[in-house]
């Protein structure tokens, strides 16, 4: 069977299937699932890490970056988790993976970084955030020749 597919069927059967798993087991079926998938791609090439940052799982974003999940991955676009969490304004999730070392200069393939996309979309609470863990607000979208505004 495809890696991809694979992936995404456990994934689903994960999710399915861990509420079900006693709580004293949950821990090493998830410590077995993240060492044996690892850092697996989803739909766009998004790894879960990715998925936890745009829907706001702020322990589950945790959970995997102490076990292992690679911080500043890219989707296929070049999105890493902190452009996914800047997406959806979770600053909780934006903390996360500051306090975690992420990347705020990784640019996506269109030469936006994650302070491009707060800006873009808005979330002043998350420019300053950015900005305050020293994201450049001087940063050029990649072929231009002017700052974001």
Avoid: W
């Avoid at 798993?21 to 990715?50: C, M, N, R, V």
């Avoid at 902190?82 to 200069?105: F, I, K, M, N, P």
């Amino acid at each position: 069977m495809p890696a991809e597919p694979r992936a995404q069927m456990t994934s689903n059967a994960t999710r399915r299937h861990s509420s079900a798993i006693p709580s004293h087991h949950s821990g090493s079926f998830l410590d077995q699932s993240i060492s044996f998938y690892g850092d697996a791609k989803y739909s766009e090439g998004k790894t879960t890490l990715h998925i936890c940052a745009e829907k706001g799982h702020t322990n589950v974003l945790r959970f995997l970056l102490d076990h292992g999940a690679e911080l500043d991955a890219t989707d296929f676009a070049g999105r890493t988790a902190l452009h996914y969490a800047t997406t959806r304004g979770h600053t909780d999730s934006v903390s996360v993976l500051l306090e975690q070392g992420a990347d705020t200069e990784l640019a996506d393939e269109f030469g936006r970084t994650p302070l491009h996309v707060a800006v873009e979309l808005g979330y002043e609470a998350v420019v300053r955030l950015l900005v305050r863990e020293g994201a450049d607000p001087n940063a050029r979208i990649a072929g231009s020749t002017q700052p974001q505004s």
